[in-house]
């Protein structure tokens, strides 16, 4: 369980998270949307424990967390197998059973035979895919995503997508996925929480059963200042390609 | 081309220069010259590299032993070597522990600062990475820091090795009785000029030989997660 009570974070002046307040239960999966610079990737650094909050409390019964950020942050002088294996180690692993599990997890993600590859050689889908294997191979309880795929293609973002939700299929856990893409959110999420350019943030009545339009109009455009669904207001620019 | 148009009392013609190297090379004395003064060249960059190393690291991770060490790092890279090497023959005497004290101390904050300002510049989403999968601070050394300032490192390595040979030599012509110093300081004395300038060419091919065959293979062994796409 994550609960955050009343939480302030400023930047500087910048008050970017005013009085939070909200619940996270054990294995659900939470998306956060909201447009850039709201404080998305803020929420997470300080479940993470790298933010620490000006007031309020975060209560955290989370014992592993994994976190898969928007720019991959592997070590480029270390082999994909290497940067799956080393997180493994604080974890009591020795090296050759942290490889043997990191070789297991980059299979998981289509990566077998890429294990001696340096980041440098790989693409960007391979390389969040290893990003994703290191989330997974500590076995985490807890599952950070910050605008994992931002950088990918449509077509690879599915992959991936689907990737996360067999696993999450498989062995179940709290995730909290940040986008500014609801189209990503829906498709993995069970609880939609919109942050808003004023620091609050509020929790969306989404059912995932309903077409992916119809949330899109009843909740994620409904007009709010600074809101980067403003541009989607009319129904035919609603319906195109680029309002989704 | 000097040698053209000045005396060879001077400054010894390429061709003198190679002769004279050529005969000595065969020497006995000429080797154990030559074995001495690369032992004390590796002893120098050793110590004084691993101690700037090590330090380096330490303030690197704590800002209180880098406050602590600045003063003197100030210090040491302030002292003109000579002075060092004056000092150094007060308290150690003439010989081998000298020189590769004097070479050690004046190489030292070389690597030192390299090492810190390496450390200082490391990529702090990598070190968020590190935290948050809770690597300890001898993993994050290993796998996150030391490889991170590979690059830095042996670019300081380059000049160091440079600047071991000269001072390496300069001590042994102040206060040595063998190497390649005190054989030049005695050739010099002796108007051996060509000899001199053979002992010139013969630091050079130790810069050389050590920054293109021994620092230049490490370099790209440690960088060769660098290459390009497969």
């Known amino acids: 369980m994550i609960q955050f009570k009343q939480v302030k974070k400023k930047y500087n002046n910048l008050e970017v998270i005013q009085n939070l307040s909200f619940i996270i239960h054990k294995n659900d999966v939470v998306g956060i949307l909201g447009p850039s610079g709201v404080g998305k990737t803020t929420i997470l650094k300080m479940i993470a424990g790298i933010l620490t909050p000006e007031s309020g409390t975060i209560i955290s019964h989370v014992k592993r967390i994994a976190y898969v950020f928007q720019e991959p942050r592997l070590l480029p002088w270390k082999t994909a197998l290497d940067n799956v294996a080393i997180p493994l180690l604080p974890l009591g692993y020795n090296y050759k059973q942290a490889k043997e599990k990191a070789a297991e997890w980059l299979g998981k993600m289509g990566l077998r035979g890429y294990e001696g590859y340096f980041p440098a050689q790989l693409s960007g889908g391979m390389i969040q895919r290893v990003s994703l294997a290191r989330a997974f191979a500590i076995e985490p309880d807890t599952l950070l995503l910050d605008e994992p795929f931002s950088a990918l293609d449509v077509r690879l973002k599915e992959v991936l997508l689907n990737m996360i939700k067999e696993q999450l299929k498989a062995a179940p856990i709290t995730v909290l996925y940040v986008s500014h893409m609801p189209e990503e959110v829906v498709r993995i999420a069970n609880r939609i929480f919109m942050l808003f350019p004023e620091g609050t943030m509020e929790e969306m009545s989404v059912n995932i059963g309903e077409s992916f339009k119809d949330f899109l109009k009843d909740a994620f455009y409904k007009p709010h200042a600074g809101d980067a669904g403003l541009a989607c207001n009319d129904t035919k620019q609603r319906e195109s390609y680029a309002c989704m | ?230």
């Open chain 2, 1 to 230: 081309m000097l040698s053209l148009f000045m005396h060879g009392i001077v400054i010894a013609s390429p061709y003198d220069s190679f002769k004279a190297l050529y005969e000595m090379m065969g020497t006995e004395r000429f080797q154990s010259h030559l074995w001495i003064t690369t032992k004390r060249i590796f002893m120098g960059i050793f110590w004084g590299g691993l101690a700037g190393f090590i330090l380096g690291l330490l303030a690197g991770i704590k800002e209180d032993i880098k406050n602590l060490l600045e003063p003197m790092r100030w210090s040491l890279m302030s002292v003109p070597p000579i002075v060092a090497v004056v000092i150094a023959m007060l308290w150690f005497g003439m010989g081998s522990t000298m020189v590769v004290f004097v070479s050690g101390i004046i190489l030292s904050p070389i690597v030192y600062v390299n090492t810190v300002k390496g450390m200082e510049m490391v990529d702090k989403g990598l070190l968020e990475m590190g935290r948050i999968y809770k690597l300890s601070l001898w993993l994050k050394l290993k796998h996150v820091y030391i490889p991170a300032i590979t690059g830095p490192l042996t670019a300081a390595m380059v000049i160091v090795t440079a600047m071991g040979v000269r001072i390496v030599i300069m001590a042994e012509v102040l206060g040595a009785s063998e190497g390649i110093g005190y054989a030049m300081s005695i050739a010099s004395a002796t108007l051996k000029i060509p000899e001199l300038f053979a002992y010139v060419i013969v630091g050079f091919c130790i810069v050389g030989i050590t920054e293109f065959l021994v620092l230049g293979p490490i370099r790209d062994y440690v960088l060769r997660w660098k290459g390009g796409h497969q």
